[in-house]
Antibody
Framework: EVQLVESGGGLVQPGRSLRLSCAASGFTFDDYAMHWVRQAPGKGLEWVSGISWNSGSIGYADSVKGRFTISRDNAKNSLYLQMNSLRAEDTALYYC???????????WGQGTLVTVSS | DIQMTQSPSSLSASVGDRVTITCRASQGISNSLAWYQQKPGKAPKLLLYAASRLESGVPSRFSGSGSGTDYTLTISSLQPEDFATYYCQQYYSTPFTFGPGTKVDIK
């Protein structure tokens, strides 16, 4: 059974940093690209970032480019999102998602909530 | 960036109704279109991709069609467990973008 478990969310002040983690199990992690998708409270879905199986290809939404860094450790079956210079508009539930093929997300975690507020 | 729109933004329907949701992309996306279902407090669930390809385990009452910029999700006979919000998503190019969602609730 595929499982994705996010962690690392919490309340953080504007301008500070936070690192999210996603622990994957139930599939061959290093065979698949992985992504972060977020959802602000009561709002829709926004793709944040994605990383290929070997970290050779990485992409970001314009809204986070230069502030967020995605990475993965295939030996630990883990995905990460380093979030710097956080803003109030980054407040959201952050989902880790496994890619089925080329940008289609077939498994999602339960999400970790990030709240940016003073 | 490719902008996605959905209509309607919400609808009320009864069990057994046929429901159609429309998704439009701001440019052609060559059937690179997925549909997700999200229930309150839950993660999204993949229903279809490649515009019409049903994800494994998804009931056959869900179907998708379309081409170019215009796509539809159809639920042939709405069931109680189908009341949820539905999102389309293009994966033709990054940044991958989602529609604003269509909330389906009980009439």
């Amino acid at each position: 059974e595929v499982q994705l478990v996010e962690s690392g969310g919490g309340l953080v002040q504007p301008g500070r940093s936070l690192r999210l983690s996603c622990a994957a199990s139930g599939f061959t992690f290093d065979d698949y690209a992985m992504h972060w998708v977020r959802q602000a409270p009561g709002k829709g879905l926004e793709w944040v970032s994605g990383i290929s199986w070997n970290s050779g290809s990485i992409g970001y939404a314009d809204s986070v480019k230069g502030r967020f860094t995605i990475s993965r450790d295939n030996a630990k079956n883990s995905l990460y999102l380093q979030m710097n210079s956080l803003r109030a508009e980054d407040t959201a539930l952050y989902y880790c998602a496994k890619e089925l093929t080329g940008g289609v997300f077939d498994y999602w975690g339960q999400g970790t909530l990030v709240t940016v507020s003073s | 960036d490719i902008q996605m729109t959905q209509s309607p933004s919400s609808l009320s329907a009864s069990v057994g109704d046929r429901v159609t949701i429309t998704c439009r992309a701001s440019q052609g996306i060559s059937n690179s279109l997925a549909w997700y279902q999200q229930k309150p407090g839950k993660a999204p669930k993949l229903l279809l991709y490649a515009a019409s390809r049903l994800e494994s385990g998804v009931p056959s009452r869900f179907s998708g069609s379309g081409s170019g910029t215009d796509y539809t999700l159809t639920i042939s006979s709405l069931q109680p467990e189908d009341f949820a919000t539905y999102y389309c998503q293009q994966y033709y190019s990054t940044p991958f973008t989602f529609g604003p969602g269509t909330k389906v609730d009980i009439k």
